[in-house]
């Protein structure tokens, strides 16, 4: 059950070691949240600690908290440090660091599909991004937030939403990016530094598209990334979705990445379809119109597997 905004300022007072985390294969949200929850720790002379599992995307590192950030190899387990889990819905989410886990555990998350598994936990389903639960809070606290944190907090909640584009834009997220503007966000420079891009990516951009397959009589798109394709455009493939889903008569889009010869990585994106539903039915989850899961085949078979499951759901 949710705790209250005060009972979750009391966790952070009564403790000094904490650790933060957030879901593997981080977004913009999961990071920025990271970056401004641990400056405002930190101004409160906590000792605070960052552990993501995977790689950072060079992007983020204009972030301050960003940079700090450690793999799970190099930090030891201790019962005595609070632990919190931004933006991941359960403890399978955080890969290796869950090891790490062995006190106490509060959880700030927007997704649908929370498992509810800590021991503090403060879940809004009705936040477009983890960045707005946590402006909501700072401001309930009363508490400064810097440039830097508004900058990180601003940045977190634009990427969930799309900028203000998606269907969980709500006036809520729109009075906390204002708030967080008034706080010292910088709109123009925040979309500048995500959106910059390299010629190299740019031709990969015009590669990419030209892959984009249709299904379901052109209701759905899919991309994938095989393990050729991941030559030019690198690991991190997160961006080239959006490109699928906005195609005129694509409700549900798609893209399937190889991540070993029987792992094939899942994220889906719709305008109407539930596609959290359609994750959850492979173990996955996330939200309505932005959802992913992880499949125990190669890609191929995985592609296949996939788009009968969305057709069942169109
Ligand atoms: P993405 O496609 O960007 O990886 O993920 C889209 C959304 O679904 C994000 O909010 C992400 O946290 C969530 N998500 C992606 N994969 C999984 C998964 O395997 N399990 C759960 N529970 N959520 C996921
Ligand atoms: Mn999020």
């Known amino acids: 059950m949710n705790c209250t905004p005060k009972d979750l300022l009391q966790v952070f007072t009564s403790y000094t070691d904490i650790l933060l985390t957030a879901h593997v294969s ?40 960003c940079r700090g950030i450690v793999r799970p190899e190099a930090v030891k387990a201790d019962d005595n440090r ?12 955080i890969g290796k660091v869950a090891a790490l886990i062995t006190g106490k555990v509060m959880n700030i998350d927007h997704h649908v599909s929370n498992g509810h598994f800590a021991d503090w936990e403060y879940i809004r389903t009705d936040c477009a991004a983890t960045g707005e639960i946590l402006t909501e809070l700072f401001r309930i606290w009363e508490a400064a937030i810097t440039p830097a944190m508004a900058n990180a907090l601003y940045m977190a909640i634009a990427t969930d939403c799309g900028f203000f584009c998606f269907a969980n834009t709500t006036g809520h997220t729109l009075q906390m990016a204002s708030y967080l503007v008034d706080a010292g966000a910088e709109p123009n420079r925040i979309s500048e530094g995500l959106e910059e891009t390299t010629m190299n990516k740019l031709k990969a951009l ?95 078979e995985a592609k296949q597997v996939l788009v009968k499951e969305i057709e069942k759901n169109l």
């Open 26 to 65: 981080p977004d913009g949200d999961a990071l920025g949240s990271l970056s401004a929850l641990a400056g405002w720790l930190r101004s409160l002379g906590k000792k605070v600690i960052v552990v993501i599992d995977d790689r950072i995307e060079e992007k983020f590192f204009a972030y301050d908290g």
């Open 82 to 93: 609070l632990s919190v889990i931004l933006d991941a819905t359960d403890m399978q989410r």
């Open 206 to 300: 015009a590669q990419v598209l030209q892959e984009i397959e249709l299904f379901a009589g052109g209701r759905v798109a899919g991309i994938s990334f095989t393990q050729e394709v991941q030559q030019y455009t690198g690991e991190h493939t997160g961006g080239y979705i959006d490109y699928a889903r906005r195609l005129k008569g694509v409700d549900v889009a798609f893209t399937v990445k190889w991540q070993g010869p029987e792992t094939t990585r899942v994220s889906l994106r719709s305008k109407e379809v539930d596609v959290n539903v359609i994750a959850g039915a492979f173990g996955g989850g996330g939200h309505v119109r932005a959802a992913g899961c992880t499949l125990a085949l190669p890609l191929e």
